[in-house]
C-alpha cells in the first residue's frame, strides 16, 4: 500500500494479558516512531527507529513495553502484561529522514482496550 | 518538563472567517514546529513546519513563529466547514533527534 499500514485496527484484551502491534512504514522510510494518544490529548512519544536500530526509547513507560524493527522495515511494539491505563491508540509514523524536520507520515493507528 | 501547550476549544468560527490557533513552548531549544490536522477518528497529517522567526504563507493556511515569546499561532483564511478539526502543535525536543512533543491539540468548528 501507499501509506503506513498498521494490524490490528483494533485490540480488545484483558489486563495481565500479551499484546503485539504491528506497524509496516512507507516503502523506502528509513525512519520509524511509534506514538501513544488518548483520549482527548495529543500523540506521546515512544520510540523512534533509524533502520533496525532503537536510536531513541526515552519515551517507552516502562520495561513492559518493547519494540523491534529487525529488518529495518517493518516493526512490532510489544507490552506485556496490560494494564487498563495501557488503553489508547498506538500510532506508527515514518519518514524519509529521521530528522525532525522530516514529514511524519502516520497510519490510522491501532486502538487498545485494556479491559 | 517539556511542554507545548494549546487551548483545548472548541473553538467556534462562522464559514469565511479567520480562525485563529495558538501555541507555546517551554523549551528555548527548540527549532522545528509544526502544525498538524487530526479529523475525529483519523491520524494526524501534516499541514505545516515552520523554522525561521516571523510568518509562512502556504494557501489559505499562515504560521507564524516567535522564539522571544516562545509562541507559535496557525492562521486559517477563509475557514470552510471541511477545516473543522483538531489542530496540534508540535515541537521537536533538542538534543532528542526525531522526538516531537505535541499539544493537546486545539478542536476547530466552522459553522456553515
Known amino acids: 500500500g501507499a501509506g503506513v499500514s498498521q494490524t490490528p485496527s483494533n485490540k480488545v484484551t484483558e489486563k495481565g494479558k500479551y499484546v503485539e502491534l504491528r506497524c509496516d512504514p512507507i516503502s523506502g522510510h528509513t525512519a520509524l516512531y511509534w506514538y501513544r494518544q488518548s483520549l482527548g490529548q495529543g500523540p506521546e512519544f515512544l520510540i523512534y527507529f533509524q533502520g533496525t536500530g532503537a536510536a531513541d526509547d526515552s519515551g517507552l513507560p516502562n520495561d513492559r513495553f518493547f519494540a523491534v524493527r529487525p529488518e529495518g522495515s517493518v516493526s512490532t511494539l510489544k507490552i506485556q502484561r496490560t494494564e487498563r491505563g495501557d488503553s489508547a491508540v498506538y500510532l506508527c509514523a515514518s519518514s524519509f529522514s529521521g530528522s525532525p524536520t522530516g514529514e511524519l507520515f502516520f497510519g490510522e493507528g491501532s486502538r487498545l482496550t485494556v479491559l | 518538563q517539556k511542554e507545548v501547550e494549546q487551548n483545548s476549544g472548541p473553538l467556534s468560527v462562522p464559514e469565511g472567517a479567520i480562525a485563529s490557533l495558538n501555541c507555546t513552548y517551554s523549551?528555548?531549544?527548540?527549532?522545528?514546529f509544526f502544525w498538524y490536522r487530526q479529523y475525529s477518528g483519523k491520524s494526524p497529517e501534516l499541514i505545516m513546519f515552520?523554522?525561521?522567526?516571523g510568518d509562512k504563507e502556504d494557501g489559505r493556511f499562515t504560521a507564524q513563529l516567535n522564539k522571544a515569546s516562545q509562541y507559535v499561532s496557525l492562521l486559517i483564511r477563509d475557514s470552510q466547514p471541511s477545516d473543522s478539526a483538531t489542530y496540534l502543535c508540535a515541537v521537536n525536543e533538542p538534543l532528542r533527534r526525531g522526538k516531537l512533543i505535541f499539544g493537546q491539540g486545539t478542536e476547530l468548528s466552522v459553522k456553515p
Open positions: 515552520i523554522y525561521s522567526n
Open positions: 523549551d528555548r531549544g527548540s527549532q522545528s
